[in-house]
T-cell receptor, first 109, second 116 residues
């Protein structure tokens, strides 16, 4: 079993829709979790950090469920510019980030 | 922008050659982590440098080596290149241990390495 797993998608949604991605992790020592956004052939850009039960930033909400070992990302009112790959990462301590393969989101007009 | 820079942006090498990739960390960050991202995959951890010492290593062979300098910039060296080394190499800087608070990692633009 992979340490961090994500549904690769693609998720095809119309503008204005609400979409949610899930990410599961297997290392129970993971304490910090992150969502990164990656555009094609570019570097990952930090979208949200999740240290407790959740975090909200504008249209984006992340939730953490430690008992079930998953993190979710909810995007409300999707924009065309939200089209990207969303990477989930788990971290134990201050060291390595363990990434999933990413979930592709395509927002259409 | 994150303030993390990498050079070169693109590189083409042949099998068996050696390559050095460079990374300058964000101001105030003392830790640099290197990742390899193959097409269609998430980034895979290679190693991390904290205060010029290796501070963790992923599942990569010894021909992947690195350095960190007193100004916290870093190099990744790969010897005896193989075709499977073709990937996007990313460095990420962070505040590291002892910084207190959160330890978010911020990525540079990456170096795209092609091995022929």
């Amino acid at each position: 079993r992979k340490e961090v797993e994500q549904d690769p998608g693609p998720f095809n949604v119309p503008e204005g829709a609400t979409v949610a991605f899930n990410c599961t992790y297997s290392n129970s020592a993971s304490q910090s979790f992150f969502w990164y956004r990656q555009d094609c052939r570019k570097e990952p850009k930090l979208l949200m950090s999740v240290y407790s039960s959740g975090n909200e930033d504008g249209r984006f909400t992340a939730q953490l469920n430690r008992a079930s070992q998953y993190i979710s990302l909810l995007i409300r009112d999707s924009k065309l510019s939200d089209s990207a790959t969303y990477l989930c990462a788990a971290q134990a301590g201050y060291s390595t980030l363990t990434f999933g393969k990413g979930t592709m989101l395509l927002v259409s007009p | 922008e994150t303030g993390v820079t990498q050079s070169p942006t693109h590189l083409i090498k042949t099998r068996g050659q050696q390559v050095t990739l460079r990374c300058s960390s964000q101001s105030g960050h003392n830790t640099v982590s290197w990742y390899q991202q193959a097409l269609g995959q998430g980034p895979q951890f290679i190693f991390q440098y904290y205060r010029e010492e290796e501070n963790g290593r992923g599942n990569f062979p010894p021909r992947f080596s690195g350095l960190q300098f007193p100004n916290y910039s870093s190099e990744l060296n790969v010897n005896a290149l193989e075709l499977d080394d073709s990937a996007l190499y990313l460095c990420a800087s962070s505040r590291g241990e002892g910084s207190g608070g959160y330890n978010e990692q911020f990525f540079g633009p990456g170096t795209r390495l092609t091995v022929l």
